[in-house]
């Protein structure tokens, strides 16, 4: 039994619990459920279309966040497109089956899925931190699918290495065997320490309510594979795409304390993608969109927007 399939046996009592429970998740005319693929159940909440408006957000949350935290920007951006918010596969209560590996090419086989089960093409997709590697690859495959990305966090492949190294120093979660158990031995003393270090004083404030959400999706069952992301990650090659998204924007929350730690170059991943518009949050951390939704939101618009 390799270090990911170990991981799936450690969660299988959140696995069940989150099985026996209903979705329990509305919002307005939103409706929550559980998408099925080959490699993941995905935990979703989906709005209903917007008048006679076919746009699509698809939103995919920052682990450890979930939906709930959301939720106030699912009902704000209702009213301008369909909202589908999706966790994060192995994160929350969007499990993984057997053979997914956390790599790129598990994720974008799931979302492929994903966005046929729902009939979503032409969509915004917003994505952040070691998600924006799928983002990039499923977005630049699938043009038909994806007319606008939108990360947050998002780097080049060496500089996420240099951070993942830098967030876990004793090296305890990005080595295979012992990174399963202590993620699952500790996995709410690292979301709350997450939350604390995340953000800088100026949206700090904002912590404790974030991580009372994310411990609460756990407690119901839900999941934080944050070690098999990250022994995905630092096996992962730097390499150039060999195709590019329709169009990208990489914003960059500067006071980001997990990165300034390591000394991040926040535009790093223009250097693979530069036409993609790099836009800077000051005094913003881990979660933009989370931080400073008064700027975000009007971004979103305006990619479903453009013609």
């Given at each position: ?259 300034v730690l390591v000394q991040t170059i926040g535009d790093s991943l223009k250097a693979f993608l530069p036409d993609a518009e790099f836009v800077v949050f000051e005094n913003c951390g881990h979660f933009p969109i989370l931080e400073n939704t008064q700027r975000y939101l009007p971004m979103l618009r305006a990619a479903l927007d453009a013609a």
């Amino acid at each position: 039994m390799d270090a990911i399939e170990m991981s799936r046996w450690l969660w299988a009592d959140r696995r069940a619990r989150a099985g026996r429970s209903a979705v329990k998740l509305s919002q307005n005319d939103a409706v929550g459920e559980f998408v099925e693929t080959r490699g993941a159940t995905l935990r979703t909440l989906i709005t209903q279309k917007s008048g006679a408006s076919d746009r699509t957000l698809v939103i995919v949350p920052d682990p450890p966040n979930v939906i709930e935290q959301y939720l106030p920007i699912i009902d704000e951006m209702s009213n301008h497109a369909r909202v589908v918010c999706v966790e994060t596969p192995g994160f929350g209560q969007s499990f993984v089956k057997s053979g997914f590996r956390f790599d790129v090419e598990s994720y974008c086989d799931v979302f492929d899925e994903f966005f046929a089960r729902l009939d979503i093409r032409d969509a915004v997709l917003d994505m952040a931190c070691l998600g924006g590697f799928a983002g990039v690859a499923f977005a630049a495959t699938r043009p038909d699918l994806v007319r606008h990305l939108m990360l947050q966090q998002t780097v080049s492949v060496s500089e996420a290495q240099k951070w993942a190294a830098g967030t876990d120093r004793l090296n305890l979660i990005r080595r295979p065997y012992v990174g399963q158990i202590f993620m699952r031995a500790l996995d709410h003393v690292v979301t709350r320490h997450w939350y604390k270090v995340a953000m800088p004083p100026a949206t700090s404030a904002l912590a404790p309510a974030l991580a009372d959400h994310a411990i609460a999706g756990l407690d119901r069952g839900g999941c934080f594979c944050l070690c098999n992301a990250y022994q995905a990650l630092m096996a992962t090659p730097e390499a150039p795409y060999p195709t590019r998204p329709r169009k990208t924007t990489i914003v960059w929350g500067d006071s980001d304390p997990t990165h300034v730690l390591v000394q991040t170059i926040g535009d790093s991943l223009k250097a693979f993608l530069p036409d993609a518009e790099f836009v800077v949050f000051e005094n913003c951390g881990h979660f933009p969109i989370l931080e400073n939704t008064q700027r975000y939101l009007p971004m979103l618009r305006a990619a479903l927007d453009a013609a």
